[in-house]
């Protein structure tokens, strides 16, 4: 059998263990400490946000962003549909209601039509949102040049779950600076890790401060433990924000790898019946996956390219299963695209996400596209 080839493996860049070494050192193995101060500092820095909160998690963020933006039980929030139900989660965590709203063709992200159409429903039905959750999908910033208008003419804020994109652009600006408050991923299978971890950023400083203050348990400055709110356990440890600095030193090389790793992707299989994740002129993506979608007109499924690599030992993913076609979200409203037109659940039936890790060979993605052109 050959080495396994992954979806998208975590890529060291050797400038992890310089840092876990001081944490040692100075014996801070802690969820605070110099290294998650830094790597709060650093990121900030990168993506051009004034504050940011090392977290246990991705969805600790949203969660957290939830609930500082006042969603409470019986509100609605609405959610991109097509996504990773971390997304989604924390309005559970909230006892409030999703609405799950549409991608548009353009970018696969949310379409700006179908968040047209879920406002004009929720004020006529007195279900205005407390939040939008916007989605940067598989490293590709959503359209904010539409979507935020129609958000701030309802007067309602915005989360920018930005997990997938770190690094990822629209018209020169850095992805998770879009929102009111923007979210971070560092779990293992994303662009870069700290195995497990997350991040908020907000030029907002109360925001940040009272997120801070919550994912700590909730402790009132006093000499004992007082507690005047309830809180939660959801700082990063000092030895993750280690690997976490030293994978943002390789970040930008991590992008170019993966950007190339599209274009071989799209060189090798142009004479199949594929499309490839349309790229949007305002901005530049990080690549993070290469996904594609097999033509209307051809009868391979994803799922037969998905079973032919992994008995060639790759791992391949459909597109994320749309959260409004989820059974445990069944119930919650969805708005699509255009009447006749649910984009997501097309997307899901036709895509496939190829293996896109930064530290792939030529060699092994040839074996890739090889098996893919033998299902043809
Ligand atoms: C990974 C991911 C999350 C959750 O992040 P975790 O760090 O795994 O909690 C949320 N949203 C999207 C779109 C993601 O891809």
């Given at each position: ?272 019946p594929v499309k ?17 979608t097999i033509n209307e007109e051809c009868k391979v ?45 097309d997307l899901?039936a036709r ?26």
């Amino acid at each position: 059998m050959q080495k396994r080839i992954y979806l998208s493996p975590p890529h060291m860049s050797g400038y992890e263990m310089k840092y876990i070494q001081e944490a040692f050192e100075t014996n801070w193995i802690a969820p605070l400490g110099p290294n998650v101060d830094a790597f709060e500092h650093e990121l900030c820095n990168y993506v051009g946000s004034k504050y940011g909160l090392a977290l246990s998690s991705g969805t600790a963020g949203i969660h957290l962003a939830l609930r500082y933006l006042g969603v409470g039980p019986g509100d609605y929030v609405f959610c991109s549909s097509l996504t990773f139900a971390g997304s989604c989660n924390p309005i559970m965590y909230q006892h409030a209601n999703p609405v799950f709203i549409d991608s548009e063709p353009e970018s696969w992200n949310m379409s700006p039509e179908a968040l047209e159409k879920a406002f004009a429903w929720a004020k006529k039905e007195n279900k205005m949102p407390k939040a939008v959750i916007i989605v940067d999908l598989y490293g590709q910033s959503a359209d904010y040049e539409r979507l935020l208008p129609i958000c701030k003419h309802y007067g309602v804020p915005v989360i920018e779950d930005a997990a997938e994109a770190l690094g990822a652009t629209y018209q020169g600006k850095k992805c998770g600076t879009f929102g009111h408050i923007g979210v971070f991923s560092f779990n293992g299978n994303k662009i870069i890790t700290t195995s497990g971890g997350g991040m908020v950023v907000s030029d907002d400083e109360e925001a940040i401060k009272k997120m801070r203050f919550w994912s700590t348990q909730a402790r009132e400055p006093e000499r004992h433990y007082e507690h005047k709110e309830y809180g939660y356990n959801y700082r990063m440890s000092n030895i993750c924000a280690g690997i976490g600095r030293g994978q943002l030193i390789a970040l930008g090389d991590r992008i170019k790898a993966k950007k190339e790793i599209r274009k071989r992707y799209e060189e090798g299989l142009k004479d199949l019946p594929v499309k490839f994740m349309p790229v949007s002129v305002k901005g530049e993506p990080n690549y993070w996956l290469t996904v594609m979608t097999i033509n209307e007109e051809c009868k391979v499924n994803p799922v037969d390219i998905i079973v032919a690599l992994e008995k060639g030992n790759i791992e391949s993913r459909p597109v994320w299963k749309p959260m409004h076609m989820q059974p445990v979200f069944a119930n919650c409203y969805f708005f699509s695209h255009a009447c006749d037109e649910d984009v997501g659940t097309d997307l899901f039936a036709r895509g496939i996400c190829l293996p896109s890790g930064s530290a792939m060979t030529q060699e092994e993605q040839e074996r890739v596209i090889e098996i893919i052109k033998t299902v043809f």
